[in-house]
Antibody
């Protein structure tokens, strides 16, 4: 299993960014996928997940209405569209696969998003 | 939201020690609990799921127990690679929530 995130960078408050995650080594469409973030020096925060067929999504309250998770199973890719970014969205964002019983069994290396003027 | 509270926040131990980390959920989550290890600068790694099932490839010195609202992670005979931060996480309800982490340091 390999998960490779991209798309992080520096963005101004109020700006937008789209993160991508390229997945390989497993049947992508069979598994729920997640984004989990970690602010500098802080703990882990689950952000969002999407079911294998993309039909159902969930979000943390802190990002609801601003972030959108979606996937393209034909490209084995997961995305996170982040709008109206705030300073407290600054974090490393991990792409994470859910296992068959729901725990987060494979993690990417993460991509850093910095929201600052 | 379900609050996950870990104790202690920091733990000082020596190689060869047995250590126990506790995780308490603010409501019943049955056994929908996972433990992760995170070494500095690295992504978290799944150790245990469903409260007590060891993930493939995880050394047998790691074990988990508990159900309902009280859970423990035990590391028998600490090895140098085990000095890291450990997180519990519930996946019974949305939003998924993590404990604040327990840092295991070298005494």
């Amino acid at each position: 299993v390999q998960l490779v995130e991209s798309g992080g960078g520096l963005v101004q408050p109020g700006g937008s960014l789209r993160l991508s995650c390229a997945a390989s080594g497993f049947t992508f469409s069979n598994y729920d996928m997640n984004w989990v973030r970690q602010a500098p020096g802080k703990g882990l925060q689950w952000v969002s997940d999407v079911t294998g067929n993309g039909g159902s999504t969930h979000y943390a309250d802190s990002v609801k209405g601003r972030f959108t998770i979606f996937r393209d199973n034909s490209k084995n890719s997961l995305y996170l569209q982040m709008n109206s970014l705030r300073a407290d969205d600054t974090a490393v964002y991990y792409c994470v696969k859910s296992g068959s019983v729901g725990a987060l069994d494979y993690w990417g290396r993460g991509t850093l998003v910095t929201v600052s003027s | 939201d379900i609050q996950m509270t870990q104790s202690p926040s920091t733990l000082s131990a020596s190689v060869g020690d047995r250590v126990t980390i506790t995780c308490r959920a603010s409501q019943i989550i049955n056994t929908w609990l996972a433990w992760y290890q995170q070494r500095p600068g690295k992504a978290p790694k799944l150790l245990i799921y469903k409260a007590s099932t060891l993930e493939n490839g995880v050394p047998l010195r790691f074990s988990g127990s508990g159900s309902g609202t009280e859970f423990t992670l035990t590391i028998n005979s600490l090895e140098p690679d085990d000095f890291a931060t450990y997180y519990c996480q519930q996946y019974d309800n949305y939003p998924r929530t993590f404990g604040q982490g327990t840092k295991v340091e070298i005494k």
